[in-house]
């Protein structure tokens, strides 16, 4: 089967959505439920309209564009990203495989293919935690990962609740509305850049995502006594924030012991109290990532920081406090739709590499109640979240020819 991808036509319109931002061009900030958001909904709509798709909202925003398949009732496959961006970011992240998605059907009803079950793509709120200190808000709601108790009362830097930003833009439906039945898809595919800089360095086309790393975050608060920079002799000092650093060090020692290149472990935030030069760190706030695609393997890593916050504060007579904040399941591919992945390389002649998504997607939440899968696209040096972030037409067309030859498999099993 020919399918014929318009890529003129998916850059275009992927320059028109990085203008639908709250940041200068080529920076785009786009925050869930901002004015640049909602415009930006309201022309991925129209577009969704003219392909002849048919729309609903749920009551968190999410936006679901439906190509009716000739058994409507069976299990749709369906698609999809996001469009919310962080600060200062760049306009290929999530975007790529929302209107990849709809290039993706789009040259599928050129090429008078007729699906057996329905085709969705779904446009995902609020992947980023920058508004509600929460990734993947849209997804955790649609799988059952975040109860509708929890989400409701989540609050923005403004303390607006959920509940009082989604009412505002339009969706007052019940949370607990959101949630998908049992078996409502098939599968699901997600298009995305890298995000990393493997394919192009190899100089392959797609990434076939076997296995998508899952984070753990920890606060770690370290008290000690503060005092005059020259008056407290050295010996009589507790330090919070050398108790901070021996931690972040801990914290990297965690991710190496394990001699696996899965695991990472980032110490991403230390806020330091009261921040003067000539005063002694009282108290010190840490933010640690913990990452891996193997749950005890990360689960270890998060004992051993805390272990190593415990004898931090025994030798330098702190008091030290570590809380996990979030821990998500890391999620491993399902192989079938890795197989049809794989076939639709081989059919539109495109080299591969199996790959682990170490940054984590929608495509995480949604393996919890669907078979899921994900294709890779190369981005210039694997950079992302940054006004440089880009990938190009030719790699952009491979990855959505890929996506229309796995959906089309997966709409006829």
């Given at each position: 089967?020919?399918?014929?991808?318009?890529?003129?036509?998916?850059?275009?319109?992927?320059?028109?959505?990085?203008?639908?931002?709250?940041?200068?061009?080529?920076?785009?900030?786009?925050?869930?439920?901002?004015?640049?958001?909602?415009?930006?909904?309201?022309?991925?709509?129209?577009?969704?309209?003219?392909?002849?798709?048919?729309?609903?909202?749920?009551?968190?925003?999410?936006?679901?564009?439906?190509?009716?398949?000739?058994?409507?009732?069976?299990?749709?496959?369906?698609?999809?990203?996001?469009?919310?961006?962080?600060?200062?970011?760049?306009?290929?992240?999530?975007?790529?495989?929302?209107?990849?998605?709809?290039?993706?059907?789009?040259?599928?009803?050129?090429?008078?293919?007729?699906?057996?079950?329905?085709?969705?793509?779904?446009?995902?709120?609020?992947?980023?935690?920058?508004?509600?200190?929460?990734?993947?808000?849209?997804?955790?709601?649609?799988?059952?990962?975040?109860?509708?108790?929890?989400?409701?009362?989540?609050?923005?830097?403004?303390?607006?609740?959920?509940?009082?930003?989604?009412?505002?833009?339009?969706?007052?439906?019940?949370?607990?509305e959101v949630r998908l039945p049992a078996g409502a898809y098939r599968s699901f595919i997600e298009l995305h850049i890298e995000q990393g800089p493997v394919l192009e360095q190899t100089s392959i086309g797609i990434?076939?995502?076997?296995?998508?790393?899952?984070?753990?975050?920890?606060?770690?608060t370290i008290r000690g006594e503060g005092g005059h920079a020259g008056a407290v002799l050295m010996p009589d000092r507790r330090?919070?924030?050398?108790?901070?650093?021996?931690?972040?060090?801990?914290?990297?020692?965690?991710?190496?012991?394990?001699?696996?290149?899965?695991?990472?472990?980032?110490?991403?935030?230390?806020?330091?109290?009261?921040?003067?030069?000539?005063?002694?760190?009282?108290?010190?706030?840490?933010?640690?990532?913990?990452?891996?695609?193997?749950?005890?393997?990360?689960?270890?890593?998060?004992?051993?920081?805390?272990?190593?916050?415990?004898?931090?504060?025994?030798?330098?007579?702190?008091?030290?406090?570590?809380?996990?904040?979030?821990?998500?399941?890391?999620?491993?591919?399902?192989?079938?739709?890795?197989?049809?992945?794989?076939?639709?390389?081989?059919?539109?002649?495109?080299?591969?590499?199996?790959?682990?998504?170490?940054?984590?997607?929608?495509?995480?939440?949604?393996?919890?109640?669907?078979?899921?899968?994900?294709?890779?696209?190369?981005?210039?040096?694997?950079?992302?979240?940054?006004?440089?972030?880009?990938?190009?037409?030719?790699?952009?067309?491979?990855?959505?020819?890929?996506?229309?030859?796995?959906?089309?498999?997966?709409?006829?099993?």
């Amino acid at each position: 089967m020919t399918v014929p991808v318009d890529a003129e036509r998916v850059t275009q319109e992927l320059e028109v959505l990085a203008q639908f931002s709250d940041a200068p061009a080529p920076a785009v900030t786009r925050i869930v439920f901002s004015s640049s958001d909602m415009r930006a909904r309201a022309w991925l709509k129209s577009l969704f309209v003219a392909a002849g798709l048919r729309l609903r909202e749920d009551a968190v925003g999410n936006v679901f564009a439906r190509w009716e398949g000739s058994a409507p009732q069976a299990p749709a496959v369906a698609t999809g990203s996001h469009i919310d961006a962080i600060p200062n970011s760049g306009g290929y992240d999530g975007t790529v495989g929302v209107l990849g998605g709809l290039e993706a059907i789009r040259a599928l009803q050129r090429s008078a293919f007729q699906p057996r079950r329905s085709i969705e793509l779904i446009v995902f709120t609020s992947e980023e935690p920058t508004r509600f200190a929460i990734g993947c808000l849209g997804s955790r709601l649609l799988s059952g990962t975040l109860s509708p108790e929890k989400a409701a009362p989540l609050k923005d830097r403004e303390g607006k609740t959920l509940d009082e930003i989604r009412q505002q833009a339009g969706f007052s439906g019940a949370l607990d509305e959101v949630r998908l039945p049992a078996g409502a898809y098939r599968s699901f595919i997600e298009l995305h850049i890298e995000q990393g800089p493997v394919l192009e360095q190899t100089s392959i086309g797609i990434g076939v995502v076997t296995d998508i790393a899952a984070p753990a975050s920890l606060r770690v608060t370290i008290r000690g006594e503060g005092g005059h920079a020259g008056a407290v002799l050295m010996p009589d000092r507790r330090d919070a924030l050398l108790g901070a650093a021996e931690i972040a060090l801990a914290v990297e020692s965690a991710a190496l012991t394990t001699g696996v290149r899965d695991s990472v472990a980032t110490t991403g935030v230390c806020d330091v109290y009261p921040g003067a030069v000539n005063s002694i760190p009282s108290q010190v706030k840490l933010e640690i990532d913990v990452r891996d695609t193997d749950l005890a393997r990360r689960e270890t890593m998060v004992r051993m920081i805390a272990t190593a916050c415990s004898d931090v504060a025994a030798k330098r007579g702190l008091e030290i406090t570590c809380e996990v904040l979030n821990a998500d399941a890391p999620a491993q591919c399902d192989p079938l739709a890795v197989d049809a992945i794989i076939r639709a390389c081989e059919a539109v002649r495109s080299r591969y590499s199996r790959l682990v998504s170490r940054a984590y997607h929608d495509a995480l939440f949604m393996s919890r109640v669907a078979p899921t899968g994900m294709i890779f696209i190369p981005c210039r040096r694997g950079v992302s979240h940054r006004p440089d972030e880009y990938a190009s037409p030719e790699d952009i067309s491979r990855g959505v020819s890929v996506l229309a030859h796995t959906l089309a498999d997966l709409s006829n099993q």
